[in-house]
């Protein structure tokens, strides 16, 4: 392995790395990173033969199913429980604001407060509004982890790849 090489895979690993905290921390796109990781290092990484490519087209079918599940599943979900569109563009909003007045926590506290008073607006008594707050919440909960275990998911198989090749 040549300085290149060993540059090439640390910074995807470090990417990658990245990506797996992006998942948890808002604002980082962390499927993307992870793919990108794994990219980077199939073009310009060490690696032999054909491995480098069967790695990067299963980091890309992860992130293809992770992203489309990700949404599909909590959505469904979240129809299911009657929770509107309004109400989560309204806590998207106040979440938005709150990541801005409130470092680290703000995101959060906002998105649920926001969601919190849609709802509050929506049925007009707040024991009806904090039940689809939760379903909601649940909904966002669910996508986190289905996005977690695809950044994992495409982690374990760069390892794998990285160990092979």
Not at 18 to 35: A, E, R
Not at 72 to 94: D, F, H, M
Not at 112 to 129: D, S, T, Y
Request: net charge positive; hydrophobic share 60%.
């Amino acid at each position: 392995m040549t300085d290149s090489d060993g540059l090439v895979t640390i910074l995807c690993g470090v990417t990658i790395v990245i990506g797996v905290c992006g998942v948890i921390v808002p604002m980082i796109p962390g499927l993307i990173l992870c793919w990108l990781g794994v990219l980077v290092w199939a073009f310009f990484g060490d690696g032999a033969g054909v491995g480098r490519w069967v790695v990067l087209g299963l980091a890309t079918v992860i992130t293809l199913l992770g992203t489309t599940v990700k949404y599909l599943w909590p959505g469904r979900n979240l129809k299911r429980s009657g929770v509107p569109n309004l109400s989560l563009l309204a806590g998207g909003v106040l979440g938005i604001v709150g990541f801005f007045v409130v470092p680290v926590v703000g995101l959060v506290l906002g998105f649920v407060l926001g969601l919190w008073l849609a709802e509050l607006a929506r049925l007009g008594e707040a024991r009806l509004a904090w039940p689809s707050t939760k379903h909601a919440l649940q909904a966002v909960g669910l996508a986190l982890l289905v996005e977690l275990a695809a950044a994992l998911s495409i982690t374990g198989v760069w390892l794998v790849g990285l160990v092979l090749t």
